[in-house]
């Protein structure tokens, strides 16, 4: 596998001496100009996906790269926590996180991402992680992964669903991996990936950086 690491463009913010940190950043021209360099320098290369930050800076940089051969999906009923989850953890329960769709898009919006860039598989993970979601989208291969649905059952759904689709390295972000002590008390997104591990002897993991102190991610791919 080749890896290519590129740098967002210069922005306005860059130009003004402000520290972005989490902020959008927007790209100046010589930003816009620096992307387009990158492009035509990576034009002739066989790219298969390119993951960049939602970060306006990056995203805007990474478009400029040809993002399309990348397709976002989102999944949840945007109705909080399924029903059992009061039986699985003793503070996580049924409804908590509820956020309806178009307060979830307005959230969106506020960051620059435009909530029409993502396909929305609007539903229980147990009436849309299937083959017929598979098929109606043609969805053939995944690269990137964030769970974030906190309990093992719907984190247990997510893996089983995308198992069939790991046949390149795919990236896996696990956001509530330590909520509530739950990697130490052996539950929730802990216990369903070390569950995953044991089902699938064909993949190989490797702990990769968090982006937080309470995520994991892991890098999977295939044995040789
Ligand atoms: C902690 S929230 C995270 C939402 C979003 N990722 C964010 O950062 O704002 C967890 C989300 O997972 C969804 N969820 C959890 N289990 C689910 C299931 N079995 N089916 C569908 N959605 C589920 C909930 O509806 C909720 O919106």
């Known amino acids: 596998m ?9 922005t306005e913010e860059n130009k003004a001496g402000i520290i972005q940190g989490h902020l959008p950043g927007h790209l ?13 320098r990576l034009k002739d290369e066989k790219i298969d996906f390119i993951y960049s930050s939602d970060l306006a800076r990056a995203s805007d940089t990474a478009k400029k790269m040809n993002l399309k051969s990348m397709r976002f999906f989102g999944f949840d009923a945007f109705k909080g926590l399924p029903e059992g989850t009061d039986k699985e953890h003793d503070v996580l329960q049924k409804g908590f996180y509820a956020c309806s769709f178009e307060k979830m898009k307005e959230c969106l919006k506020r960051r620059n991402i435009n909530p029409n860039d993502i396909t929305w598989i609007n539903g229980w993970y147990d009436e849309t992680l299937n083959n017929k979601t598979i098929e109606k989208h043609n969805i053939k291969k995944i690269g990137i992964v964030f769970v974030d649905c906190d309990t093992y059952s719907s984190s247990k759904a997510v893996l089983d669903f995308l198992t069939p689709l790991i046949t390149e390295p795919v990236i896996f972000c696990f956001d509530d991996w330590k909520l509530y002590n739950m990697d130490v008390k052996g539950t929730g997104e802990y216990r369903s990936f070390n569950e995953f591990l044991e089902k699938n002897i064909h993949l190989e993991v490797k702990e990769i950086k968090s982006y937080n102190r309470k995520s994991k991610s892991f890098l999977i791919k295939l044995k040789k």
Do not use: C, F, N, Y
């Open 28 to 40: 100046s021209a010589t930003g816009i100009k620096q992307a387009e360099k990158v492009a035509l």
């Open 2 to 10: 080749k890896l290519i690491i590129t740098r967002h463009g210069e």
